[in-house]
């Protein structure tokens, strides 16, 4: 279980870690292609790194779940205990489960937030490419205006 906490926080960090996005947001405003440069540099590396611990957490709760499902099976199909034997306390299955849903809910919750992320960089990268060229720029770098 610790090893799965960590991955959830590996995973976390990964999901929530990337370019600022105010910072990127001045970038394209002041057309900086040097800071869009240094900030798109590593985007493909994390993006991957993100996708990687994303499909591994999501297949360790796969796992975990069929793992879980198996042992309901078996626990379900085992005889009663002789009435001379102390009964053995049947294992509690719904706070297993409950963990699984909440791992799982907190790999949904990262991988939308990453991907909400991953969206508003790529609107703000066309919207540098597109703004930013040097048929639209004036001499001080900012889009100019043609009225």
């Known amino acids: 279980m610790t090893i799965a906490l960590a991955l959830i926080a590996q995973l976390s960090a990964a999901a929530l870690a990337g370019p600022d996005l ?3 947001e001045r970038a394209v405003a002041k057309c900086d292609g040097g800071a869009m440069t240094r900030i798109f540099g590593a985007e493909p ?8 611990a994303v499909f591994n957490e999501q297949q360790a709760i796969v796992s975990a779940r069929q793992a879980l499902a198996q042992r ?7 005889p009663a205990s002789p009435p ?3 009964p053995v306390p049947a294992p509690n299955f719904d706070l ?13 919750d990262s991988r939308m937030l990453g991907g909400l992320r991953d969206n508003a960089l790529d ?4 919207h540098y490419l597109t703004g930013c060229n040097g048929a639209l720029t004036g001499a001080g770098g900012a889009v100019s205006s043609t009225k």
């Open 22 to 24: 105010v910072e990127v």
């Open 45 to 52: 590396q994390r993006r991957r790194a993100a996708l990687i």
């Open 72 to 78: 309901r099976v078996e626990a379900a199909g085992k």
């Open 84 to 86: 001379d034997v102390a």
């Open 96 to 108: 297993e489960a409950q963990a699984l849903a909440d791992r799982q809910q907190r790999l949904d």
């Open 123 to 126: 609107m703000m990268r066309q």
